[in-house]
């Protein structure tokens, strides 16, 4: 079965840095998702990506946050300037349909330090 | 009205028995109600899906029962196997209706299968 693939698998980064995170998406795929999972808790809807702009948002995804399609194949979510509570899993997402099944990637541990 | 509540949090069963877990949303404009499966380190995989013009659908050793006037559902897992043994996540959105994929996971439930 085709995959959402993920890079890096682990990030540190120090407070106040900039990260990005990476994402291939499955190649048919046309919607495009970022989640994220703090340890111990439920996954949280962040950003919907569809026709090369965002279609919705969650109040989490604020000004620190954008999303990237760069080319045709990479999906990149940037955090500006880390905080200590952006410490998660990130998991990309991606599906063909709106409605449709949702396939997601292994994802990215990011720790802020 | 977001939220998607979820119970048990943890859940140990036998080898061969049935694990229930179940769900109660508040948004009557949910539409589509699927169940997620995640191993450690893995991220969350599609399992099995329902939407509200059925109260039942059954995949395998996996049944939603769905009931749309209690705003619940729940997942069974029928001869429960060591290898079920993760963490399962109910979620919603309003597949139908737009917002599709913006889904609202529970809080999730850690299902040990034993021996």
């Known amino acids: 079965e085709p995959e959402v693939t993920q890079t890096p698998s682990h990030q540190v980064t120090q407070m106040g840095q900039e990260v990005i995170l990476r994402c291939v998406p499955i190649s048919n795929h046309l919607y495009f998702y970022w989640y994220r999972q703090i340890l111990g808790q439920k996954v949280e809807f962040l950003v919907s990506f569809y026709n090369n702009e965002i279609s919705e948002k969650s109040e989490i995804f604020d000004d620190q946050f954008s999303v990237e399609r760069p080319d045709g194949s990479n999906f990149t979510l940037k955090i500006r300037s880390t905080k200590l509570e952006d410490s998660a899993m990130y998991f990309c997402?991606?599906?063909?349909?709106?409605?449709?099944?949702?396939?997601f990637g292994s994802g990215t541990q990011l720790s802020v330090l | 009205q977001q939220q998607v509540k979820q119970s048990p949090q943890s859940l140990i069963v036998q080898k061969g028995g049935i694990s229930i877990i179940n769900c109660a949303y508040e948004?009557?404009?949910?539409?589509?109600f699927p169940w997620y499966q995640q191993f450690p380190g893995k991220g969350p995989a599609l399992l099995i899906a329902i939407r509200p013009d059925v109260s039942e659908k059954k995949e395998g050793r996996f049944t939603i029962s769905f009931n749309k006037s209690a705003k619940q559902f729940s997942l069974h897992i029928m001869d429960s196997q060591p290898g079920d043994s993760a963490t399962y996540f109910c979620a919603a959105s309003r597949g139908l209706t737009g917002g599709g994929n913006k889904l609202t996971f529970g809080t999730g439930t850690q299902l040990k299968v034993e021996l």
């Open positions: 948004n009557t404009a949910f539409d589509y």
């Open positions: 997402a991606s599906t063909w349909e709106t409605n449709e099944k949702l396939f």
